[in-house]
């Protein structure tokens, strides 16, 4: 199966593909975890993440498409934060048509623009990929990953100033795909609001 995760940041998109693709034994396509990587290495995607602003379709849709032309794939993917655009969400259309591929949902994780901000304030990650929440879902020690104990820390573009500027580009840039994926009939709305496994329980429901 081939699914399409959609919200604003601070949904709790990362969470649930974890669990995902653990069920489902697909792989987890996560543009934001890939540019992350990438800024390590590029000034200019370093910037545009710190700012909260979209990195260009063309750059994005490079990078999925060679993503996507990848063997594993065949067995299922989850996109996580891919597409953000409804440009984006085309071109990926067009991809998958001349692969012949098609995505069977796509599960839309709906929370209010003050739970996106509490979410993205008090989120602490570890370089394994492990998110946590300081009062939501904290780790069992206090500043450490209860998988391999490293420091969690808090993500550039989590701190206070660049949170309003990421929501405002969702409202702008990404809100709009809703009405493109309803129009094709594979949107399903989930609501965020619930605890991690009730929201589990819904996308698994509706799969
Ligand atoms: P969140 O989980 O908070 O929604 P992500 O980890 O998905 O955020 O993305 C982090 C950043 O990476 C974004 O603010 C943006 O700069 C960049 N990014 C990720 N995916 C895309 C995309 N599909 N198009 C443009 N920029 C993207
Ligand atoms: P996204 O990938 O959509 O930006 P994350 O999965 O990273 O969102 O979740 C954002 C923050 O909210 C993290 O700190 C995470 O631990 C927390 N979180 C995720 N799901 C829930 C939930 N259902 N209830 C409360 N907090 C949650
Ligand atoms: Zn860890």
Redesign the pocket.
């Known amino acids: 199966m081939n699914y399409i995760l959609m919200?604003p940041?601070?949904?709790?998109?990362?969470?649930?593909s974890k669990k995902i693709v653990e069920k489902f034994g697909i792989v987890h396509l996560s543009t934001g975890d890939m540019f992350r990587e990438a800024k390590k290495s590029d000034e200019v995607i370093s910037k545009l993440l710190a700012s909260g602003q979209l990195v260009p379709d063309e750059i994005v849709v490079n990078m999925a498409k060679k993503r996507l032309e990848k063997d594993d794939v065949k067995k299922g993917f989850l996109l996580d934060g891919f597409p953000r655009t409804v440009n984006q969400a085309q071109e990926l259309d067009k991809m998958l048509k001349s692969e012949n591929m098609k995505i069977d949902a796509v599960f839309f994780i709906d929370v209010c623009f003050e739970e996106a901000v509490k979410?993205?304030s008090?989120?602490?990650v570890c370089s394994c990929g492990a998110?946590?929440?300081v009062d939501?879902?904290p780790p069992k020690v206090e500043g450490k990953c209860d998988g391999c104990n490293c420091e969690l820390i808090q993500r550039n573009d989590d701190k206070e100033n660049v949170v309003r500027d990421r929501l405002d580009v969702y409202e702008k840039q990404t809100r709009p795909l809703i009405d493109y994926y309803k129009s094709t009939g594979l949107l399903v709305n989930i609501d965020?609001l619930?605890?991690?496994s009730e929201?589990f329980e819904d996308i698994k429901n509706a799969s």
């Open positions: 919200g940041p601070g949904a709790g998109k990362g969470t649930q979410r993205i008090g989120r602490r998110s946590y929440h939501f879902i965020g619930k605890s991690e929201v």
